[in-house]
């Protein structure tokens, strides 16, 4: 069966400090990769996604970036943190068939002090 | 563009008590796909349900019920004799039927509390 693992649970970084989420996946091969972002109001904003290794699209614009080196290894990452980088971090994998639904990770809780 | 609209910020019933969760959706797609997810406390997401647009059978699985509207594009969600493990926030979504990355664009959520 299908795992996705996301690390760290929380993380609690001052402003300026870079910062590197990690995702994995396993059970799987090929899949598409999606980072989340859960602020304050609950609303799901997509940041990142990826069909395949070294292709990232970048929803909107922002202090962070994502890489994938792997091809189940998703990295959310920033050079310097700001206040507003704040919220709870979902990493989340699909398979590519048209009715395949997403799967979600437990989540980085992160707060930028 | 997508949209998902769930208008009811929160939800509070007593527990035993049916409850309906509402969410309308807007696209331009013939062909799409509506989710649902349940987030407990513990803040991972969890999926529920997904239903082609092709078909507006209704769906039921135990205690949870899904109400498939095309004419008026809404899916709504009903849980009938609510426990206190349904507390959560629970999210509607929506994703096109096209190649590529499939993006899933979520309401904004629900939040359903049930009191003992």
């Known amino acids: 069966s299908q795992t996705i693992h996301q690390w760290p649970a929380t993380l609690v970084q001052p402003v300026g400090s870079p910062l590197s989420l990690e995702c994995t996946v396993e059970g799987t091969s090929n899949p598409n990769l999606y980072w989340y972002r859960q602020a304050a109001g609950r609303g799901l904003q997509l940041l990142f996604y990826s069909v395949g290794i070294g292709q990232i699209s970048s929803e909107v614009p922002q202090n962070l970036s994502a890489s994938r080196p792997q091809d189940r290894q998703f990295i959310l990452s920033s050079k310097k943190l700001l206040l507003s980088d704040s919220g709870f971090y979902l990493c989340?994998?699909?398979?590519?068939?048209?009715?395949?639904?997403?799967?979600f990770g437990n989540g980085t809780r992160l707060t930028v002090t | 563009a997508q949209k998902v609209t769930q208008a009811q910020t929160e939800i509070s019933v007593v527990e035993k008590e049916d409850v309906t969760l509402d969410c309308v959706y807007e696209?331009?797609?013939?062909?799409?796909?509506l989710f649902w997810y349940k987030q407990p406390p513990s803040g991972e997401l969890v999926f529920l349900i997904r239903r082609n647009s092709f078909d507006e059978q209704n769906e039921i699985s135990g205690r949870y019920s899904w109400n498939f509207q095309k004419s008026t594009s809404s899916f709504n969600f009903t849980i009938t004799a609510s426990q206190v493990v349904d507390s959560a926030v629970y999210f509607c979504?929506?994703?096109?039927?096209?190649?590529?990355?499939?993006?899933?664009?979520f309401g904004q959520g629900t939040r359903l509390t049930i009191n003992p």
């Open positions: 979504a929506l994703s096109p039927i096209i190649q590529g990355a499939q993006k899933l664009v």
């Open positions: 989340a994998w699909r398979a590519r068939s048209y009715n395949s639904p997403l799967h």
């Open positions: 696209t331009r797609d013939t062909t799409y796909y």
